[in-house]
């Protein structure tokens, strides 16, 4: 079983810049997909970025790309998601997910395991 907790968010102008962490606790967090989803009221719930077991893989959504960027700490169990020059449309609850398929997957279903999320408010 793995249990994740998010901390982070809050409340920031638009240019701005957030991270977000989330701290793992739990047996394998070195061998686990994590990924950062997010979702917006009365939207779907979004991958925003996912890393691969070693962090040497990433992906970042067409929408943050250039402006996000996730990275993991394995010897802390922990994964960030760096937020720079943040829009209003970048406010959503972020969630952050562990997957056990080492394929690294984008797709929502195989996360298995997820935070409890945290608010990202964007003002303009």
């Known amino acids: 079983q793995v249990q994740l907790a998010e901390s982070g968010g809050g409340l920031v102008q638009a240019g701005g810049s957030l991270r977000l962490s989330c701290a793992a606790s739990g047996r394998g967090f070195g061998s686990l997909t994590m990924g950062w989803f997010r979702q917006a009221p009365g939207k779907d719930r979004d991958l925003v970025a996912r890393v691969n077991w070693s962090g040497g893989s990433t992906y970042h959504a067409d929408s943050v790309k250039g402006r996000f960027t996730i990275s993991r700490d394995n010897a802390k169990s922990t994964v960030y998601l760096q937020m720079n020059s943040l829009k209003p449309e970048d406010t959503a609850v972020y969630y952050c997910?562990?997957?056990?398929?080492?394929?690294?997957?984008?797709?929502?279903?195989?996360?298995?395991?997820w935070g409890q999320g945290t608010q990202v408010t964007v003002s303009s």
């Open positions: 997910a562990a997957s056990r398929f080492v394929s690294a997957p984008t797709n929502r279903d195989a996360y298995a395991y």
